[in-house]
């Protein structure tokens, strides 16, 4: 029993390991591959006459790595702050309709040749952090991007019951089997192996949405879409 129990926690220590150095191999890809395109497409435009259409399109190719950039430096940001208690979460009163409109109106406008749908309730007020629950929402939408076809509709919802107000990111993607539910919020989780794997990412988005959806009261989980894809549910409890 005793060498069994010794043989389970090396073989855990090992794992954590291995997903603590894939992450790192991550992040520094993700990291300088932004970075690397930033800076051949502005030394692009330094360089040479580009017409307009080209010119614009240089531009738009380099918003949308910083905001990759930014996105990813916030999640690190942000979890190592909220693991070592220096973040200061902030309980306010805000207008949850409004920040999944605004974020909802931000994608379009940033990824325009996708199909996001947005069903709402109006005036859905909530006490939590701003910047937390927006960060959770990206990393929710980000997801659905990059895990179904650019040719299928992400959809959005919120409403409001007795108990909950339930927030939805569905897709139409490949969906997410039943073994792997729950552990896709583990920290540093990646569904498949390096060598399957054709998504970017760090394994850290999920994990950040379950900190900040339990630090709003709320759980996060996953179902299956119909026909396919995923449906990720925040549902924040009314006391
Ligand atoms: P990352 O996307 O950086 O790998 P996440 O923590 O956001 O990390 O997600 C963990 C894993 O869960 C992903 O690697 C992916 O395998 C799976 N996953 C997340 N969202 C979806 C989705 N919408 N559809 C299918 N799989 C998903």
């Not at 380099?62 to 950039?69: A, D, K, M, S, V």
């Not at 108990?163 to 139409?172: F, G, M, P, R, T």
């Given at each position: 029993?005793?060498?069994?129990?010794?043989?389970?926690?090396?073989?855990?220590?090992l794992?954590?390991?291995?997903q603590?150095?894939?992450?790192m191999?991550?992040v520094?890809?993700?990291?300088?591959t932004p970075?690397?395109?930033?800076?051949l497409n502005?030394?692009?435009?330094?360089k040479h006459?580009l017409?307009?259409?080209?010119r614009q399109k240089?531009i738009?190719?380099?918003?949308?790595?910083?905001?990759r950039?930014?996105?990813?430096?916030?999640?690190?940001?942000?979890?190592?702050q909220?693991e070592?208690?220096s973040?200061?979460l902030s309980k306010e009163?805000l207008?949850?309709?409004?920040?999944?409109?605004?974020?909802?109106?931000?994608?379009k406008?940033?990824f325009?040749?996708?199909e996001?749908?947005?069903?709402k309730?109006?005036?859905?007020?909530?006490t939590g952090?701003t910047?937390?629950l927006?960060?959770?929402?990206n990393?929710l939408?980000e997801?659905a991007?990059?895990?179904?076809?650019?040719?299928?509709?992400?959809t959005?919802?919120?409403?409001?019951?007795?108990?909950?107000?339930e927030?939805?990111?569905?897709d139409?993607?490949?969906?997410?089997p039943d073994?792997?539910?729950?552990?896709?919020?583990?920290?540093?989780?990646?569904?498949?192996n390096?060598?399957t794997?054709t998504a970017?990412?760090?394994g850290?988005?999920?994990y950040?949405?379950?900190?900040?959806?339990?630090?709003?009261?709320?759980?996060i989980?996953?179902?299956?879409n119909?026909?396919?894809?995923s449906n990720?549910i925040?549902?924040?409890?009314?006391?």
């Amino acid at each position: 029993m005793g060498a069994g129990f010794v043989y389970r926690a090396v073989r855990r220590q090992l794992k954590t390991q291995q997903q603590q150095q894939n992450f790192m191999m991550a992040v520094t890809h993700e990291l300088k591959t932004p970075i690397a395109v930033a800076k051949l497409n502005l030394e692009t435009l330094q360089k040479h006459q580009l017409d307009e259409t080209k010119r614009q399109k240089l531009i738009l190719m380099t918003i949308q790595e910083t905001n990759r950039l930014n996105s990813l430096t916030n999640n690190i940001l942000v979890s190592s702050q909220l693991e070592g208690s220096s973040y200061s979460l902030s309980k306010e009163e805000l207008n949850m309709s409004d920040l999944v409109k605004g974020t909802i109106t931000d994608f379009k406008s940033r990824f325009p040749l996708r199909e996001w749908e947005l069903e709402k309730e109006d005036d859905i007020e909530l006490t939590g952090d701003t910047l937390l629950l927006t960060i959770l929402l990206n990393n929710l939408l980000e997801n659905a991007m990059k895990y179904s076809p650019a040719g299928k509709p992400i959809t959005c919802s919120l409403h409001k019951s007795n108990q909950a107000i339930e927030l939805k990111v569905s897709d139409e993607g490949s969906g997410i089997p039943d073994i792997e539910k729950k552990r896709i919020f583990d920290k540093f989780y990646r569904i498949g192996n390096e060598a399957t794997r054709t998504a970017k990412g760090t394994g850290l988005g999920l994990y950040l949405c379950k900190k900040i959806a339990s630090d709003h009261n709320a759980d996060i989980f996953v179902t299956d879409n119909t026909p396919s894809g995923s449906n990720f549910i925040v549902s924040f409890k009314i006391r």
